[in-house]
């Protein structure tokens, strides 16, 4: 069960022709693939596209009655193979993950699609993770466009024209026999906005005419002499096809032409951008209607020589808007121009950075730089929007940075305070981290993790680190998301085949917790459209491993503790895989909530459990905290006026993991930690052995409480 | 309506967007709150676009939602473009649901005094580097709050996490009501209750919030701030120690004395406190020799003695966990209802030592020195124990344990302490005089002596090793700065690694 539930908002799926849709941009993208009468979807999850799945999962009664076909694909790898199913069929396809880190592990599968080509449509929908809030190495897709030839589609960031991104890209598929890629940043997955709905198409070649009429062709298949073949096609065919389709169809926009003899040539995805900025500097007003034209590419690659060139040709000057390095599109107008022998001059990263986001702020600096140099007349100087000033000096406000941590009562968190434990016994190890929440043991107040080399891959990072004569092991981390995505065969399988004698955590918390709560092979809730409940313990034995052990309760700590100490100085050789499993709490807290609220209505006697600190025995030294990092675990002023460090506290947003309690019994660090346990609906005997209890309580309480009488006024 | 916006929304064609960014942490309801804003604007008349970056910010790191508002327009053909990201210097309101995050607002550019209306919560949540200092690493409160004050065109602000406390609200309802009574947006108050109850999902205590969040924005919530200062007075049991206090003591230590005497009556008896003042005595003369009207010395060494003095044994311990008002304040924290039990769970690990310590010296020294009796204890004691105060066994087995209280003054801990104390006191008074910084420094240096176990036992040696190194630093001209410098060294890290790269750079 996903995170978050689409239920509700996937009934705007089966809106109709000019019925007006509203919601996020990611949900557009899936009403869109409907309305496209795609036959199958395969993808797998990872911002900004976790919710497109997630959308997909819960609309899996009306992709049903449709005939469409949707798989969580075992890897992104998975997902782009999938797309063999547009190879000899007129099927229309669509394959999604997270870029650029997606596509590199799908781009084995993307680069032999490419090389046959498509007869259906095969539309590759890449959130591109790039900028503020990304958690991922800062690269582009449209390198994999380019290498493989597939043509690249960057919309502007409205919901009608992503909407008519996807059907223009599976129309420009099949007529260029060639899968198309529709780039999405991360702020227009997430955009809520509208867009007039059609209905929806039931594809009229099924999978199922498909399965029962076989077809195959050689010259689709890679292999030479017919992979020689496709490297010309796509140069003679399939490129110029493209550039018709796009030029025919209108798939790029001209804004404003004629107005000046200077331009600006934009990635669609930066026209929100472009357009506010000249809207600050009186260029443009708000509903885009610019005072310097606007060549707009929804289409980033292939670029159309003839657009370009009929675009450029009456002008001075354009600056191009390309967020990213390296600087393709702009290196790919020069040489168009060139050929032209065209003199208009281009500036682009002259004006703006070669690295980093496009911020609106970003875009408004390089604008105004351009303009100032060929339309100076254009601008205000005095009257400039404030980004396009020189900054003011930094406010004095000590402002810390909050980076992302494991979530209150998170059950990972004690895997890292039991390796946190054993590095006091036995000194520091190389830690190999993996792609996940567990990434977050790097950050404060963990510190651990040395290097992070993709998503399952934590075990292989530390393949090298393999010494026979070294006296420590290394340990590595990886997810259960990781694991099966490919980490058992080239993490744990390398490490049996190659002798390893190293440790690898498995952090099993039943889902891909850090994209979204998704399940998988492990899953320990029962799934009607998947299957799980598959043993992790059971794939590693599978694969050679011979020192096994599974934690079924990360919380005990000291088990954890012991267990990790024991994989790092055991005399026994090979390699060695502990599976610390618990369910991730931030799924188990939407999951149990409302279930419990349910039991205490009934009648039924539930405990719900807090953690407390006593203020009066806490001395301050948040040693607590550094052994946890718990959002729920913080400081507060000192009650007593006579200690100046903070005590710790627990807030209201504990959920009673038990953390607390068993460092402070593990790492023997203070008395102060209390459990509340509340009950509902107690039972009789319970209520009298209670009120017999506390009537003695009281008795000595009163009693000896008399000493205290007139300390304080 | 829309005393802030007027101009622009009052006009027949609005020329820019309403912009407002929402700065909340992973799981405070951000996105509910802009979904709120956005179905309001819909229902409203307006176009409204929002887009946020979660990811992994959403696991407690800080995001940005940002929404913008625009008039439908009359031709549907024609759509605003709407940014999808604030632009610095731009933006009319930003929501901060916390101090540091509204701080960050204004260093950001997001806020500008010529343009934004900052509703910010004033309550912190603090950072991981506030959280794990071993001392005090707070920012300061008073800072942050200026910074977003002068930042903002127009600052509305209040306490709005304990105003959804205590309306057993969520702070994304309370903040949408300051929204509301802030007055910023061309929308009634009617229609923002809309969209909670359009939302579907708790609306009832949403309400509730809401009306909180709006009442403070409109001022309505101010509460007269405690003038009286309560902590300087004591009770009738010790106004003879006050007097005491009043005659010999100056006054600028009062504050730090007087809670010294309630704490270690209730710690021990009034005798005791009576012996504390008594060993104070000779550090009053020693100020009164160098004369420093606000008595760092004496306020320093006058807590530190009261802390030392009242160090945290096992029966001091237990003497606190059994207490009535304890009782009633955890019942009063977990909000249990009549029908509902509550019970009280100790997480203690009790050690020989620790044991050893509450017992008279000479049984003490012989439970340190008899190997089964240890093993004996640390069995028992074994992975440490989860007492239930609430119950009958658990509460006798603590209270028993609190009864040492009799016997402390004779107890193996006791005699420790108090010869510590003589020596630190001693040399204090012995260096006043030569030294009156470098004293004032040695004073704080109990200040390391915290926490249990482990950590306590760092503390003792980091404490001892900054003794050991004084009669060296005491030949420096810089004694004191020195002095300081592996204190703040000790303080700052507890690996220890601090306090040795510091004694290096001293003794070099």
Partial sequence: MAERSFTKEVQKLRLGEGEVFRGEGILAVTKALLQS??????????????????????????????GVHFEHSASEATAAATLAASVHYPLRGAATFKSTVGTNVASDALANLASGGVKGGALIIVGED??????????????????????????????????????????????????????????????????????????????????????????????????????????????????????????????????????????????????????????????????????????????????????????RAVLVIEEGQPDFIEQNLHAILRRAELMTKIHGKDCLPMAGEYTAAVVIAGITKFIREYAPELIQESNLPKAARPAPPAKSAEVHPRPPSFCTGCPERPIFTAMKLV??????????????????????????????????????????????????????????????????????????????????????????????????????????????????????????????????????????????????????????????????????????????????????????????????????????????????????????????????????????????????????????????????????????????????????????????????? | MSAILQPVAGAAVQSRAITIAILAMGGEGG?????????????????????????VAQRTGTTVYYVELFPEPQNQNTDPVLALMPVPGEVDIVIASELMEAARAVQRGLVTPDRTVLIASTNRVYSMTEKTATGDGRVDHTQLFEAAKSGAKILVHDDFAARAHETNSVISAVLFGALAGADVLPFERERFQQAIQHGGVGVASSLAGFAAGFASARGQNARIADVTNTKLKVGWRLRELAARIQQEFPAASHEIVLPAIQKLTDYQDLHYANEYLDRLAPVVSAEALHGRPDVPLLREAARYLALWMSYEDASRVADLKIRRTRFERVQQESRAKQAQLVQIREFLYPRAEEIADILPAPWGRWLMNSEWMQRLIERFAKGGQIVETTSLAGFLKLYFMAGFRRWRRNSLRHQRERMKIETWLSLLIAIAPEDYQLAAEVAESPRLLKGYGDTYARGVKNYEALMSALPQLQRKPDAAKCFRKLLDAALSDDSGDKLTEAMQQVAA
């Fill in chain 2, 31 to 55: 996105g509910v709150l802009a979904d709120w804003i956005v179905d309001m604007a819909e229902q409203g008349g307006y176009l409204a676009q929002t887009t946020s970056v979660p990811g």
């Fill in chain 1, 130 to 315: 790039y900028g503020e809030g990304s958690s991922i190495m800062q690269e582009r897709s449209h390198a994999f466009a380019m290498k493989s030839q597939m043509w690249l589609l960057d919309p502007r960031p409205n919901l009608r024209c992503i909407v008519k991104a996807v059907e223009d890209g599976f129309a420009l598929s099949e007529a260029t026999s060639t899968p198309v890629m529709l780039e999405l940043r991360i702020r227009a997955c997430h955009v809520h906005g509208r867009f007039i709905a059609k209905d929806n198409v039931r594809p009229k070649f099924t999978l199922r005419d498909a399965m029962e009429n076989p077809v195959r062709d050689v010259s689709r298949i890679v292999l030479p002499p017919a992979s020689f073949l496709q490297e010309q096609e796509k140069i003679r065919d399939r490129w110029p096809a493209a550039q018709k389709y796009i030029q025919e169809n209108s798939l790029n926009e001209v804004f404003n032409d004629g107005t000046r003899d200077i331009g600006i040539i934009l990635q669609g995805g930066m026209y929100n951008a472009v357009v506010r900025s000249l809207e600050l500097l009186g260029l443009s007003d708000v509903f885009g209607s610019s005072q310097i034209p606007l060549y707009v590419l929804n289409v980033t690659y292939p670029l159309v020589d003839e657009e370009v060139k009929k675009f450029c040709e009456n002008k």
């Fill in chain 1, 423 to 713: 590095e006091r016994e036995l000194g520091p190890h190389h830690v190999s981290a993996d792609i996940g929440c567990h990434l977050f043991s790097i950050l404060p107040p963990f510190n651990l993790g040395a290097t992070t080399m993709g998503y399952g891959l934590g075990w292989a990072g530390a393949a090298a680190l393999n010494a026979k004569d070294a006296s420590k092991r290394t340990i590595s981390v990886m997810g259960d998301g990781g694991f099966w995505h490919n980490g058992l065969t080239s993490g744990v399988g390398n490490a049996v085949f190659n002798q390893s004698d190293n440790v690898l955590v498995v952090v099993d918390n039943s889902y891909t917790a850090a994209t979204g709560g998704q399940d998988i092979l492990s899953s320990a809730a029962k799934n009607p459209i998947r299957t799980t409940r598959l043993s992790i313990a059971d794939a590693v034995r599978g694969v050679g491993v011979k020192w096994v052990r599974t934690i079924t309760h990360t919380y005990d700590l000291a088990k954890m503790r012991d267990v990790i100490r024991e994989a790092l100085t055991t005399k026994e050789r090979g390699p060695k895989v502990i599976v610390a499993q618990s369910e991730c709490a931030l799924n188990k807290e939407r999951r149990e909530k409302p279930w419990k609220r349910k039991q205490v209505e009934q009648g039924a006697r539930i405990v719900s459990q807090k953690f407390g600190v006593d203020a009066e025995t806490c001395t301050g030294d948040h040693s607590c905290i550094r052994l946890s990092g718990c959002p729920s675990l913080t400081i507060a002023p000192n009650p007593d006026p006579l200690r100046k460090d903070p005590v710790a506290t627990v807030v209201e947003s504990c959920i009673g993991c038990g953390l607390c309690g068993e460092v402070a019994h593990v790492a023997r660090l203070c008395p102060s930690f209390y459990r509340t346990d509340v009950i509902s609906n107690p039972s009789r005997w319970e209520r009298f052995t209670t009120r017999v209890a506390h009537a003695i309580i009281h008795f000595l309480q009163r009693r000896d409480g008399r000493r205290l009488d007139g300390i304080y006024a």
């Fill in chain 1, 37 to 66: 009468g795609v036959s199958y979807v395969a993808g797998y999850q990872g911002a900004p596209i976790s919710h497109l799945m997630d959308v997909l999962t819960d609309a899996n009664d009306i992709l049903e009655e449709l």
